[in-house]
């Protein structure tokens, strides 16, 4: 039985006496896309840097691939980007995908980036301009498409829809389902519960620090009887 991707095991994290994560527990199945959904503060940001060994667990902890996650060899199989992505800006776009590449031992392939930016609905002649004069869209076009072509079976993705148009996200969704057709694993956060609802096998609805529902998303709509997940999480969190 392959290792599960991701496990949170009683994660507990606290700042200045204020519970930010309280007992979170849950994993990962292989090959699936899990959104993490909440409202600004409740941790959702906090939990993912202990994931990456940003920052510290007061208690409990997580295993990437049954490796414990403040282990750096857990981190080879993992590719990261943070809700707020901004590459130097005198870097050329695929000099930094170069970079990123670099660091997994990996050579970039210019012509599959570029193959692979019209994916992501970025004009792959902007790879060759500096990352100064992308817009905010483009940069974290650039970032997802790092983050793809990194090929890790592991995807951790802090609000990946921000700054993109409708059209972009579109195609990202398509981009993540592929993805997950190749066998990887995909956890992301993200504002935007109509994208969550639309992709997502499975879903952790995380308020005041704790988690309190993890299922599908048609799990979540059917207990709050709601047909949308807007209207069910807006209702979760008042009877939370």
Do not use: W
């Not at 995909?186 to 308020?207: T, Y």
């Amino acid at each position: 039985m392959s290792a599960s991707p991701l496990q949170v095991q009683a994660v507990h994290k606290s700042y200045a006496n204020r519970k930010v994560l309280e007992e979170i527990s849950f994993s990962l199945v292989p090959g699936e896309i899990f959104g993490l959904i909440g409202l600004n503060g409740a941790g959702k940001t906090t939990l993912i840097k202990i994931l990456l060994d940003l920052i510290d667990a007061e208690s409990g902890g997580a295993m990437l691939f049954d490796i414990p996650a403040t282990d750096l060899r857990a981190r080879k199989n993992l590719s990261y980007l943070p809700e707020k992505f901004q590459p130097s800006r005198y870097l050329k776009g695929l000099e930094y995908l170069d970079i990123a590449l670099s660091y997994y031992g990996k050579k970039l392939d210019a012509a599959l980036a570029r193959q692979y930016a019209v994916r992501l609905d970025l004009d792959p002649n902007v790879l060759d301009s500096r990352v100064g004069s992308y817009s905010k869209g483009m940069g974290q076009k650039l970032g997802l498409l790092g983050a793809f072509l990194i090929d890790s079976s592991l995807l951790i993705l802090d609000e990946p829809m921000s700054g993109l148009d409708p059209s972009a996200r579109i195609k990202l969704k398509q981009v993540l389902m592929d993805n997950r057709e190749l066998g990887k694993t995909i956890f992301f956060s993200s504002h935007i519960l109509s994208d969550i609802d639309e992709i997502c096998n499975r879903i952790g609805v995380i308020h005041s620090g704790q988690l309190f529902f993890i299922g599908t998303p048609h799990e979540f709509k059917e207990k709050y009887q709601e047909a949308s997940l807007e209207k069910a999480f807006l209702k979760s969190i008042r009877a939370a």
